[in-house]
């Protein structure tokens, strides 16, 4: 299924580089009571800023309208956990999440969820940003997967859907951010060889 500039891992329809990136990063061991997805986004705006955004552990709710604020326990290392709340609406209040990887240099983040008043049972997920051309200007493609816990009373469809429309919201608002950091920036187009 493809919708907008979203694509999901079961739509079959990423490009090669989109596949590599996802192959290469994106591991995730699926066991049979959980589901995964994986969901691509490009915006249009240069990497440093898309990923100046997403390495902040201790403030997702710069560009995750889901939350109202988060609270780090640890020193913004692996293993530092955070207590996210999270806006009414949602089927939760809080969430309680642990930094795993903050990868600098090849733009890797990854978490997991380790309690909260919510169904999202062992929920991780990867976050990886590269660089590509966006209509002749620096851009960025990211790419967000997860594995979760199928909630009892749910089907895997049901659950991958739920998530994968929060990560979408996530993505369009992290992409609104990112586009307006970079207007204000006034990023160069990329000189055609």
């Not at 580089?17 to 997805?37: A, F, L, N």
């Not at 552990?57 to 999270?86: A, H, M, T, W």
Request: charged share 30%; glycine share 4%.
């Amino acid at each position: 299924m493809v919708t907008s500039d979203y694509m999901t891992v079961n739509s079959n329809a990423f490009s090669k580089m989109e596949d590599d990136y996802i192959r290469r990063h994106h591991k995730h061991e699926v066991k049979d009571h959980q589901c995964s997805s994986s969901l691509v986004k490009h915006i249009k705006a240069p990497v440093h800023l898309v990923w100046s955004l997403v390495r902040r552990f201790d403030q997702p709710q710069r560009y995750k309208p889901f939350i109202s604020r988060c609270i780090v326990q640890g020193d913004l290392q692996i293993g530092s956990v955070r207590e996210v709340n999270v806006k009414s609406g949602l089927p939760a209040t809080t969430s309680t999440e642990r930094l795993e990887l903050l990868d600098d240099e090849e733009h890797i983040f990854r978490m997991t969820i380790v309690g909260g008043d919510h169904r999202l049972k062992n929920y991780s997920s990867i976050v990886t940003v590269h660089p590509e051309v966006v209509d002749g200007r620096p851009g960025t493609m990211v790419i967000e997967s997860f594995v979760v816990d199928v909630p009892d009373g749910n089907t895997k469809d049901e659950t991958c859907y739920f998530i994968e429309a929060l990560i979408k919201c996530n993505l369009k608002s992290l992409a609104d951010v990112s586009e307006r950091l970079a207007v204000q920036d006034r990023t160069e187009p990329i000189e055609r060889m």
